[in-house]
């Protein structure tokens, strides 16, 4: 099992920045990727971001490309997202998770955080 830990979110004003943290314990060998997800209030939960583990390949959705980053701190099996220009609508709870070698099996998950942007 690998247990993940966010921590990061908060309110913040339209244009303006947050950096979320994903720390990762347990099983890391059995990583293959780690992501992002988001939630707005009322909606499917969705993928932000992905970050692939052994060459730091990433992907992104569309809504958020240019804007936010993940990425990954080796020594501490950090994984943050920084997510520069926040719209409204990128409010929503994110959660971190993490994907074995099966695609689309995101089988770990954090609690998730808070991100509110008010325009």
């Known amino acids: 099992q690998v247990q993940l830990v966010e921590s990061g979110g908060g309110a913040v004003q339209a244009g303006g920045s947050l950096r979320l943290s994903c720390v990762a314990s347990?099983?890391?060998?059995?990583?293959?990727?780690m992501a992002w997800f988001r939630q707005p209030p009322g909606k499917e939960r969705e993928i932000v971001a992905v970050?692939?583990?052994?060459?730091?390949?990433?992907y992104y959705t569309d809504s958020v490309k240019g804007r936010f980053t993940i990425s990954r701190d080796n020594v501490k099996n950090t994984v943050f997202l920084q997510m520069n220009s926040l719209k409204s609508e990128d409010s929503a709870v994110y959660y971190c998770?993490?994907?074995?070698?099966?695609?689309?099996?995101?089988?770990?998950w954090g609690q998730g955080t808070q991100v509110t942007v008010s325009s």
């Open positions: 998770a993490k994907r074995g070698s099966t695609p689309g099996d995101f089988d770990s």
């Open positions: 347990g099983r890391i060998f059995s990583i293959g990727r």
């Open positions: 970050y692939r583990w052994y060459d730091g390949d990433t």
